[in-house]
């Protein structure tokens, strides 16, 4: 089946730890998108990828990073620096200027 | 960015209701659009897609663009208690940005 493949479902990090949340997809899609929900609040963009060895900062993008060294992988990365990191992860990707498809998300907890 | 504004709700209804949700836009050069639906704790997924002004429609989900108003709507008829969830109208540019969407509650 094609399609977006977050892991892992939940993940607890301790404080100044750094923790890496996966992204795959298998629908050939140049364009790659990672997302933060808070409780009841709507999806802000933390970084997407139109293509491979390319990526641009979304609105909150301090305290994050990302790779995309491959074209169906789009790694995040919530760093010590991001001091409030508990929140709902969702990954998407496009292949083209529509029709968004995301994963089915990371819950990032602090312990 | 919030180049599309959308109805902040929540909308609670009976079940069998008509539903009515709303988003207008400010950005004249967006060509298409979508209605994307959010169950709890689940990534959102694409409800409804449309380029062109007028109505599509799909079963019980009607999606209504005017783009000389930029307006555009979800209906949905006879509602159902499966369809309590929250509902999206993202903008269409490079980046996709999402609203808080609209929580909408079917009561049976």
């Known amino acids: 089946d094609g399609g977006i493949t977050q892991s892992p479902k939940y993940l607890f990090r301790k404080e100044g730890q750094n923790v890496t949340l996966s992204c795959e997809q298998n629908l050939n899609h140049d364009a790659m998108y990672w997302y933060r929900q808070d409780p009841g609040q709507g999806l802000r963009l933390i970084y997407y990828?139109?293509?491979?060895?390319?990526?641009q900062k979304g609105d909150i993008a301090e305290g994050y990073s990302v790779s995309r060294e491959k074209k169906e992988s789009f790694p995040l990365t919530v760093t010590s620096a991001q001091k409030n990191p508990t929140a709902f992860y969702l990954c998407?990707?496009?292949?083209?200027?529509?029709?968004?498809?995301f994963g089915s998300g990371t819950q990032l907890s602090v312990l | 960015q919030k180049e599309v504004e959308q109805d902040p709700g929540p909308l609670s209804v009976p079940e069998g209701a008509i539903v009515s949700l709303n988003c207008t836009y400010s950005?004249?050069?967006?060509?298409?659009f979508m209605w994307y639906r959010q169950y709890s704790r689940k990534g959102p997924e694409l409800l409804m897609y449309t380029y062109s002004s007028g109505n599509k429609e799909d079963g019980r989900f009607t999606a209504q663009v005017d783009k000389s108003s930029k307006y555009i709507s979800l209906f949905i008829r006879d509602s159902q208690p499966s369809d309590s969830a929250t509902y999206l109208c993202?903008?269409?540019?490079?980046?996709?940005?999402f609203g808080t969407g609209t929580s909408l509650t079917v009561i049976p």
């Open positions: 950005n004249s050069a967006f060509q298409y």
């Open positions: 998407a990707s496009s292949g083209g200027k529509e029709k968004l498809f």
């Open positions: 993202p903008n269409t540019g490079n980046q996709f940005y």
């Open positions: 990828s139109q293509i491979v060895n390319d990526f």
